[in-house]
T-cell receptor, first 113, second 113 residues
């Protein structure tokens, strides 16, 4: 029962470096999401995808890019990391637009120095 | 502006005591309401949701929540907490679309033995 798997779980970057977070789900879900979680701010949606080959901007998309080349995978990229991107990143998936339940990965903690 | 407020950042409760976590929202349309729980080092898990109908909804792990439209509230309750309930709890509101959720900042529940 893997569900939603995120890699890596921890990463430390220097300002200006690039990296990619990988999210994989084995539930055949159409919808996938990337959130960031910062203390005292709850979750904020970065980007989401409603199906293979599609992506859309969420609330805080600047500085991030995403790709959904395969249905089961959703990649989040940082081209030039900044200290403001230090956060915990969560991937989630859902079976539809209105299923009312998101299934989350365990999170990826990113520190940008 | 649409928002979700969880007034309590931390709550400490003795094991076996009752629990109520507050959630207030400001939302222009008919709200769809959710409570999620995040155990340490884990992703978020859906506890319960309210879409319509009976304003008292039952969830997993013995939790319930009551929707009070007149007070714009959706408070989470449990009659007797267990040490395993120690976690962070998030309230969210939306229009039913999974990518339109607005999240509260979370309430951290601490259980005293």
């Amino acid at each position: 029962n893997a569900g939603v798997t995120q890699t890596p779980k921890f990463r430390v970057l220097k300002t200006g470096q690039s990296m990619t977070l990988l999210c994989a789900q084995d539930m055949n879900h159409e919808y996938m999401y990337w959130y960031r979680q910062d203390p005292g701010m709850g979750l904020r949606l970065i980007h989401y995808s409603v199906g293979e080959g599609t992506t859309a901007k969420g609330e805080v998309p600047d500085g991030y890019n995403v790709s959904r080349l395969k249905k089961q995978n959703f990649l989040l990229g940082l081209e030039s990391a900044a200290p403001s991107q230090t956060s915990v990143y969560f991937c989630a998936s859902s079976g539809g637009r209105r299923t009312g339940e998101l299934f989350f990965g365990e999170g990826s903690r990113l520190t940008v120095l | 502006a649409q928002s979700v407020t969880q007034p309590d950042i931390h709550i400490t409760v003795s094991e076996g005591a009752s629990l109520e976590l507050r959630c207030n929202y400001s939302y222009g349309a008919t709200p769809y309401l959710f409570w999620y729980v995040q155990s340490p080092g884990q992703g978020l898990q859906l506890l319960l949701k309210y879409f319509s109908g009976d304003t008292l909804v039952q969830g997993i792990k013995g939790f319930e929540a009551e929707f009070k439209r007149s007070q714009s509230s959706f408070n989470l309750r449990k009659p007797s907490v267990h040490w395993s309930d120690a976690a962070e709890y998030f309230c969210a509101v939306g229009d039913g679309s999974n990518y339109q959720l607005i999240w509260g900042a979370g309430t951290k529940l601490i259980i005293k033995p």
